[in-house]
């Protein structure tokens, strides 16, 4: 049936940006964290894989029931790592027990976006845990790094996203880093990783070539040997409908902000329904409380 939102009792933009603000002071606390990446990765990710499960044809999927902590989920290989993310969080899912896992997962996504100097993201609450094995989405419905461009399409179109969206998304790479007792992949993708930024387009339109190694196949900057990218990343410039964008946003960066937050936004809200007229919430970063 649909998802519908449902806000707990009496809770405004005042008490999630409550939250916000603890999640983004234990980020700052932890910016040594993973090499200096700090939480802003994870967050993001844990973010994306708990909403890029949505399956627009059955309707089934997404962040609505936050859950990833019951199998067959919680063992899918896509997800190795992200405990780190809902442990992290995890606290505060205690401290305020009227916040549901997918609100507080996709909140999180959110608070690191903006805390490491992305876009604004809106976020509307109401995600309600279940438990039910109905809810739980079958494995594997997250990407596979090692395909190619007509792989990725198709996808993200399972999703409900276009190509522009697909490009746009997939810029969050600019964050964190790939490691291999998760995914066997090693490495970030540039050495700003803990800032949001277009670098990802930027690097991306430079020279790659496939690094050598006893790991899977990801490829290596040439200039410097020390970034990566996924086959998957590299399938952006080699298929014209991804590689148009890819340019658009290496060369403007308000614009790649504005392309992203829009369909952050909507992977967020994948499989929620929300009431009619319901308006989402724009959290003021720490900096804007400050000054
Ligand atoms: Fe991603 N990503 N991602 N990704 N991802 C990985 C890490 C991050 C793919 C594969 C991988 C998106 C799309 C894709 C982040 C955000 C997004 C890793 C390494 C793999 C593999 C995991 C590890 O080893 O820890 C593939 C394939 C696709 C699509 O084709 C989208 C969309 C987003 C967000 C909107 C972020 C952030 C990370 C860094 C995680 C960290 O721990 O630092």
Redesign the pocket.
């Known amino acids: 049936g649909p998802n519908i939102a449902k806000v707990p009792s009496g809770k405004g933009l005042k008490d999630y940006q409550e939250i916000y603000n603890d999640i983004a002071g234990k980020i700052e606390e932890n910016l040594d964290y993973?090499g200096g990446?700090g939480f802003?990765?994870?967050?993001?990710?844990l973010?994306?894989h708990a909403s890029?499960t949505y399956d627009k044809n059955t309707k089934t999927g997404g962040s609505f029931y936050g859950s990833m902590i019951y199998d067959p989920e919680s063992s899918d290989g896509?997800n190795?790592?992200l405990a780190?993310?809902r442990d992290f969080l995890y606290e505060f899912a205690v401290k305020y027990p009227w916040i549901s896992r997918g609100d507080l997962w996709t909140l999180g996504?959110v608070v690191?976006v903006q805390e490491s100097g992305g876009p604004k993201v809106p976020w509307r609450p109401g995600r309600v845990d279940s438990f039910d094995k109905r809810d739980i989405p079958p494995p594997g419905n997250?990407?596979?790094?090692s395909?190619d461009g007509k792989y990725?399409r198709n996808?993200?179109k399972r999703m409900g996203f276009g190509d522009r969206e697909?490009v746009a998304?997939?810029?969050?790479?600019?964050?964190?880093?790939?490691?291999?007792?998760?995914?066997?992949?090693?490495g970030?993708w540039g050495p700003s990783?803990n800032m949001f930024t277009n670098d990802f387009f930027v690097r991306l339109l430079q020279g790659w070539h496939v690094r050598k190694w006893d790991g899977p196949k990801q490829y290596e900057d040439d200039e410097s040997n020390s970034f990566m990218m996924?086959p998957?990343?590299i399938?952006l410039k080699e298929e014209s409908y991804f590689l148009k964008y890819v340019k658009l946003y290496a060369a403007d960066q308000d614009l790649f902000f504005k392309d992203?937050s829009k369909?952050?936004a909507a992977?967020l809200e994948l499989g929620v329904e929300y009431p009619r007229g319901s308006k989402p919430f724009l959290f003021k970063t720490i900096d804007e409380q400050e000054s």
């Open positions: 993973d990446a802003y990765g994870q967050l993001v990710r973010s994306w890029g896509a190795a790592g780190a993310g996504g690191a997250l990407p596979d790094a395909e990725v996808l993200f697909t998304l997939i810029g969050a790479h600019c964050l964190g880093k790939c490691h291999t007792h998760n995914s066997g992949y090693e970030p990783f996924l998957t990343d399938a992203f369909a952050y992977l």
